[in-house]
Protein backbone atom coordinates (compact mmCIF):
# COMPACT_ATOMS: atom_id res chain seq x y z
CA UNK A 1 0.00 0.00 0.00
CA UNK A 2 0.82 3.71 -0.87
CA UNK A 3 2.29 5.73 1.93
CA UNK A 4 1.41 9.59 1.70
CA UNK A 5 4.88 11.18 0.94
CA UNK A 6 3.08 14.25 -1.09
CA UNK A 7 0.74 16.97 0.36
CA UNK A 8 -1.17 19.97 -1.72
CA UNK A 9 -1.26 23.28 -0.14
CA UNK A 10 -3.92 25.40 -2.15
CA UNK A 11 -3.15 29.06 -1.80
CA UNK A 12 -5.05 30.58 -4.81
CA UNK A 13 -7.46 32.48 -3.31
CA UNK A 14 -7.80 36.22 -3.58
CA UNK A 15 -7.86 37.07 0.32
CA UNK A 16 -11.13 39.26 -0.11
CA UNK A 17 -11.31 38.91 3.77
CA UNK A 18 -8.48 40.56 4.54
CA UNK A 19 -8.29 43.86 1.97
CA UNK A 20 -6.43 46.13 1.37
CA UNK A 21 -3.65 43.99 3.26
CA UNK A 22 -4.37 41.55 0.55
CA UNK A 23 -3.97 43.77 -2.14
CA UNK A 24 -0.43 43.27 -2.70
CA UNK A 25 0.76 40.87 -0.74
CA UNK A 26 -0.87 37.27 -0.98
CA UNK A 27 -2.71 36.20 2.44
CA UNK A 28 -0.71 33.30 3.00
CA UNK A 29 2.31 35.72 3.24
CA UNK A 30 0.71 37.45 6.33
CA UNK A 31 2.91 37.62 9.35
CA UNK A 32 2.28 34.94 12.44
CA UNK A 33 4.54 36.83 15.26
CA UNK A 34 7.62 36.38 12.94
CA UNK A 35 6.79 34.38 10.16
CA UNK A 36 4.34 34.14 7.30
CA UNK A 37 1.26 32.14 7.67
CA UNK A 38 2.04 29.60 4.87
CA UNK A 39 5.41 28.44 7.13
CA UNK A 40 3.29 27.50 10.01
CA UNK A 41 1.31 25.21 7.06
CA UNK A 42 3.78 23.80 5.69
CA UNK A 43 6.02 22.83 8.73
CA UNK A 44 3.25 21.00 10.11
CA UNK A 45 3.49 18.98 6.77
CA UNK A 46 6.99 18.05 7.03
CA UNK A 47 6.52 17.22 10.78
CA UNK A 48 4.06 14.76 9.27
CA UNK A 49 6.56 13.16 7.37
CA UNK A 50 5.92 14.96 3.65
CA UNK A 51 8.39 15.31 1.30
CA UNK A 52 7.02 16.67 -1.59
CA UNK A 53 4.51 19.98 -1.31
CA UNK A 54 2.99 20.98 -4.27
CA UNK A 55 1.39 24.67 -3.76
CA UNK A 56 -1.47 25.41 -6.20
CA UNK A 57 -0.83 29.67 -6.29
CA UNK A 58 -2.51 31.54 -8.61
CA UNK A 59 -1.89 35.28 -9.92
CA UNK A 60 0.31 37.43 -7.48
CA UNK A 61 1.66 34.65 -5.56
CA UNK A 62 5.43 34.76 -6.10
CA UNK A 63 5.85 36.41 -2.60
CA UNK A 64 5.55 32.95 -1.29
CA UNK A 65 7.70 31.13 -3.96
CA UNK A 66 10.35 33.49 -3.33
CA UNK A 67 10.19 32.72 0.11
CA UNK A 68 10.63 28.95 0.51
CA UNK A 69 13.88 29.91 -2.23
CA UNK A 70 17.38 31.26 -2.28
CA UNK A 71 18.23 34.93 -1.66
CA UNK A 72 21.25 34.90 -2.27
CA UNK A 73 22.25 38.41 -1.70
CA UNK A 74 20.43 38.21 1.65
CA UNK A 75 22.66 35.02 2.69
CA UNK A 76 25.44 36.43 1.44
CA UNK A 77 25.22 39.53 3.42
CA UNK A 78 24.07 37.83 7.06
CA UNK A 79 27.11 35.42 6.52
CA UNK A 80 29.45 38.18 5.87
CA UNK A 81 28.46 40.17 9.08
CA UNK A 82 28.71 37.11 11.13
CA UNK A 83 24.85 37.26 11.68
CA UNK A 84 24.88 33.18 11.67
CA UNK A 85 21.75 32.74 13.86
CA UNK A 86 19.67 34.51 11.07
CA UNK A 87 21.53 33.04 8.42
CA UNK A 88 20.65 29.71 9.91
CA UNK A 89 17.10 30.51 9.95
CA UNK A 90 16.89 31.31 6.54
CA UNK A 91 18.74 28.28 5.02
CA UNK A 92 16.55 25.52 7.12
CA UNK A 93 13.48 27.12 5.14
CA UNK A 94 14.76 26.99 1.54
CA UNK A 95 15.90 23.40 2.58
CA UNK A 96 12.76 22.43 4.29
CA UNK A 97 10.84 20.94 1.57
CA UNK A 98 10.63 19.99 -1.85
CA UNK A 99 8.23 22.98 -3.06
CA UNK A 100 6.85 22.39 -6.27
CA UNK A 101 4.33 25.43 -7.39
CA UNK A 102 1.90 25.43 -10.03
CA UNK A 103 -0.96 28.19 -11.37
CA UNK A 104 -4.69 27.72 -10.80
CA UNK A 105 -5.27 29.35 -13.59
CA UNK A 106 -8.46 29.96 -13.25
CA UNK A 107 -10.23 30.70 -9.60
CA UNK A 108 -12.67 27.65 -10.01
CA UNK A 109 -13.01 26.45 -6.63
CA UNK A 110 -11.42 24.53 -3.42
CA UNK A 111 -11.82 21.15 -5.86
CA UNK A 112 -10.37 22.68 -8.90
CA UNK A 113 -7.51 24.19 -7.00
CA UNK A 114 -7.00 20.24 -5.68
CA UNK A 115 -7.28 18.75 -9.32
CA UNK A 116 -4.57 21.35 -10.90
CA UNK A 117 -2.01 19.34 -8.69
CA UNK A 118 -2.76 16.09 -10.28
CA UNK A 119 -0.51 16.05 -13.08
CA UNK A 120 2.66 16.22 -9.97
CA UNK A 121 0.75 13.47 -7.47
CA UNK A 122 -0.19 11.51 -10.13
CA UNK A 123 -1.39 7.78 -8.83
CA UNK A 124 -0.17 8.53 -5.19
CA UNK A 125 -2.45 9.01 -2.07
CA UNK A 126 -1.88 12.77 -0.26
CA UNK A 127 -2.39 15.14 2.53
CA UNK A 128 -4.46 18.62 1.83
CA UNK A 129 -3.24 21.15 4.11
CA UNK A 130 -5.90 24.48 3.26
CA UNK A 131 -3.23 27.39 2.94
CA UNK A 132 -4.65 29.74 5.82
CA UNK A 133 -5.46 27.87 8.35
CA UNK A 134 -2.60 27.20 11.25
CA UNK A 135 -3.05 24.22 13.88
CA UNK A 136 -1.06 24.46 17.39
CA UNK A 137 0.08 21.37 18.80
CA UNK A 138 -0.97 20.73 22.60
CA UNK A 139 2.07 19.52 24.39
CA UNK A 140 3.00 15.94 23.54
CA UNK A 141 0.18 15.31 20.99
CA UNK A 142 0.64 14.80 17.57
CA UNK A 143 -0.08 17.34 14.67
CA UNK A 144 -3.41 17.04 12.62
CA UNK A 145 -1.89 16.30 9.37
CA UNK A 146 0.53 13.74 10.76
CA UNK A 147 -2.96 11.61 12.40
CA UNK A 148 -4.45 11.87 9.21
CA UNK A 149 -1.58 10.45 7.34
CA UNK A 150 -0.86 7.99 9.73
CA UNK A 151 -5.00 6.91 9.78
CA UNK A 152 -4.35 6.55 5.74
CA UNK A 153 -1.24 4.92 5.92
CA UNK A 154 -2.61 2.14 8.66
CA UNK A 155 -6.08 1.92 6.56
CA UNK A 156 -5.89 2.34 3.12
CA UNK A 157 -9.18 5.03 3.87
CA UNK A 158 -9.15 8.31 3.26
CA UNK A 159 -9.60 10.80 6.60
CA UNK A 160 -10.87 14.10 7.32
CA UNK A 161 -10.17 16.02 10.59
CA UNK A 162 -13.43 17.45 12.16
CA UNK A 163 -14.53 19.94 14.92
CA UNK A 164 -17.74 20.63 16.62
CA UNK A 165 -19.04 24.04 15.97
CA UNK A 166 -21.47 26.82 17.29
CA UNK A 167 -25.04 26.91 15.06
CA UNK A 168 -23.64 30.21 14.04
CA UNK A 169 -20.79 28.85 12.18
CA UNK A 170 -21.87 25.94 10.38
CA UNK A 171 -23.39 27.29 7.51
CA UNK A 172 -18.91 28.38 7.12
CA UNK A 173 -17.64 24.93 6.59
CA UNK A 174 -18.73 21.58 5.00
CA UNK A 175 -20.42 19.72 7.55
CA UNK A 176 -20.10 15.70 8.31
CA UNK A 177 -22.95 12.96 9.05
CA UNK A 178 -20.57 10.18 11.17
CA UNK A 179 -20.79 7.48 13.45
CA UNK A 180 -18.38 7.07 16.77
CA UNK A 181 -16.28 3.88 15.88
CA UNK A 182 -14.39 4.55 18.49
CA UNK A 183 -13.61 7.90 20.78
CA UNK A 184 -12.28 9.83 18.70
CA UNK A 185 -12.84 8.35 15.77
CA UNK A 186 -15.74 7.98 13.09
CA UNK A 187 -17.03 6.92 9.45
CA UNK A 188 -18.41 9.33 7.42
CA UNK A 189 -21.92 8.47 6.24
CA UNK A 190 -22.50 12.06 4.28
CA UNK A 191 -21.29 15.75 3.84
CA UNK A 192 -22.84 18.81 2.79
CA UNK A 193 -21.20 22.20 2.06
CA UNK A 194 -21.64 25.16 3.71
CA UNK A 195 -25.71 24.11 4.95
CA UNK A 196 -27.76 26.43 7.17
CA UNK A 197 -28.28 25.30 10.29
CA UNK A 198 -31.36 23.83 9.52
CA UNK A 199 -30.12 21.17 6.98
CA UNK A 200 -27.07 20.32 8.50
CA UNK A 201 -26.88 16.89 9.92
CA UNK A 202 -24.56 17.55 12.70
CA UNK A 203 -22.24 20.20 13.85
CA UNK A 204 -18.96 18.60 13.27
CA UNK A 205 -17.19 20.37 10.87
CA UNK A 206 -14.31 20.04 8.24
CA UNK A 207 -11.49 22.25 9.24
CA UNK A 208 -8.71 22.21 6.31
CA UNK A 209 -6.91 19.12 6.36
CA UNK A 210 -7.66 16.05 5.17
CA UNK A 211 -5.72 12.67 4.02
CA UNK A 212 -6.73 11.57 0.56
CA UNK A 213 -6.79 8.13 -1.64
CA UNK A 214 -5.75 9.11 -5.20
CA UNK A 215 -9.26 7.76 -6.65
CA UNK A 216 -10.23 11.71 -5.29
CA UNK A 217 -8.61 13.04 -8.01
CA UNK A 218 -10.55 10.88 -10.64
CA UNK A 219 -14.03 12.38 -8.94
CA UNK A 220 -12.62 15.82 -9.20
CA UNK A 221 -12.38 15.29 -12.93
CA UNK A 222 -15.46 14.85 -13.63
CA UNK A 223 -17.00 17.13 -10.82
CA UNK A 224 -19.62 19.59 -12.14
CA UNK A 225 -19.45 23.14 -10.58
CA UNK A 226 -21.96 23.25 -8.06
CA UNK A 227 -22.55 26.28 -4.79
CA UNK A 228 -21.19 29.47 -6.04
CA UNK A 229 -20.72 28.08 -9.02
CA UNK A 230 -17.38 26.55 -8.20
CA UNK A 231 -15.94 23.14 -8.34
CA UNK A 232 -16.50 21.90 -4.57
CA UNK A 233 -14.05 19.47 -2.99
CA UNK A 234 -17.29 18.22 -0.91
CA UNK A 235 -19.17 17.15 -3.80
CA UNK A 236 -16.41 14.51 -4.90
CA UNK A 237 -15.71 13.41 -1.11
CA UNK A 238 -19.10 12.26 -1.04
CA UNK A 239 -18.93 9.74 -3.58
CA UNK A 240 -15.28 9.07 -2.55
CA UNK A 241 -17.43 8.45 0.93
CA UNK A 242 -19.68 6.15 -0.92
CA UNK A 243 -16.93 4.18 -3.22
CA UNK A 244 -14.16 4.06 -0.88
CA UNK A 245 -15.22 5.14 2.62
CA UNK A 246 -13.80 7.94 4.73
CA UNK A 247 -13.10 8.23 8.07
CA UNK A 248 -12.58 11.75 10.99
CA UNK A 249 -10.94 12.28 13.38
CA UNK A 250 -11.07 14.81 16.01
CA UNK A 251 -7.62 16.27 16.85
CA UNK A 252 -6.47 17.78 20.24
CA UNK A 253 -4.18 20.75 18.42
CA UNK A 254 -6.18 24.32 18.53
CA UNK A 255 -7.10 25.98 14.97
CA UNK A 256 -7.14 29.12 13.63
CA UNK A 257 -8.57 30.23 10.73
CA UNK A 258 -5.71 32.84 9.89
CA UNK A 259 -7.52 34.00 6.56
CA UNK A 260 -10.50 35.84 8.88
CA UNK A 261 -9.32 38.80 10.92
CA UNK A 262 -10.49 37.98 14.27
CA UNK A 263 -8.76 34.19 13.77
CA UNK A 264 -5.93 36.21 12.84
CA UNK A 265 -5.25 37.65 16.14
CA UNK A 266 -6.33 35.19 18.24
CA UNK A 267 -3.03 33.08 16.26
CA UNK A 268 -0.49 36.20 16.94
CA UNK A 269 -1.82 36.21 20.41
CA UNK A 270 -1.59 32.58 21.25
CA UNK A 271 1.60 31.76 18.99
CA UNK A 272 3.23 35.16 20.56
CA UNK A 273 2.66 33.32 23.88
CA UNK A 274 4.48 30.17 22.83
CA UNK A 275 7.55 32.32 21.54
CA UNK A 276 10.31 32.42 23.80
CA UNK A 277 11.34 35.50 23.11
CA UNK A 278 8.52 37.27 23.51
CA UNK A 279 5.87 34.94 25.61
CA UNK A 280 6.60 36.23 29.09
CA UNK A 281 6.55 39.80 28.42
CA UNK A 282 3.37 39.06 25.88
CA UNK A 283 1.96 37.90 28.90
CA UNK A 284 2.52 40.34 31.62
CA UNK A 285 0.97 42.66 28.62
CA UNK A 286 -2.40 40.54 28.40
CA UNK A 287 -2.53 40.14 31.94
CA UNK A 288 -1.85 43.93 32.53
CA UNK A 289 -4.39 44.73 29.63
CA UNK A 290 -7.21 42.27 30.67
CA UNK A 291 -6.99 44.33 34.22
CA UNK A 292 -7.53 47.46 32.77
CA UNK A 293 -10.46 46.62 30.70
CA UNK A 294 -12.00 45.08 33.79
CA UNK A 295 -11.86 48.30 35.74
CA UNK A 296 -13.57 50.07 32.46
C1 LIG B 1 -13.48 25.20 2.36
C2 LIG B 1 -14.27 23.92 2.15
C3 LIG B 1 -15.14 23.60 3.36
C4 LIG B 1 -14.27 23.55 4.61
C5 LIG B 1 -13.52 24.88 4.76
C6 LIG B 1 -12.54 24.85 5.92
O1 LIG B 1 -14.37 26.30 2.35
O2 LIG B 1 -15.06 24.04 0.99
O3 LIG B 1 -15.77 22.36 3.18
O4 LIG B 1 -15.06 23.29 5.74
O5 LIG B 1 -12.76 25.17 3.58
O6 LIG B 1 -12.02 26.12 6.15
P1 LIG B 1 -13.83 27.81 2.18
O7 LIG B 1 -13.45 28.28 3.55
O8 LIG B 1 -12.66 27.77 1.25
O9 LIG B 1 -14.98 28.58 1.62
Given at each position: MKRIKKAIIP????GTRFLPATKTVP??????VDAPIILYVVEEAIKAGIEDIVLVAGRGKHAIEDFFDTSYELEDRLAKDGKSHLLEKLTRIRDMANIISIR??????LGHAILTAQPIVGQEPFAVLLGDEITMETKGSENVTSLLCRSFDDTGVSAVSIMKVEDSEVSKYGIADVSEIKPGFFRVNDLVEKPKVSEA????ALPGRYAFDSHIMTLLKDAKPSLNGEIQLTDSMRLLCREKGLNAMTFSSKRFDAGDKLGYLQANVELGLQNPELGESLKQYLLQLCSELGKG
Open positions: AAGLKEMLTIQKQALGPSRW
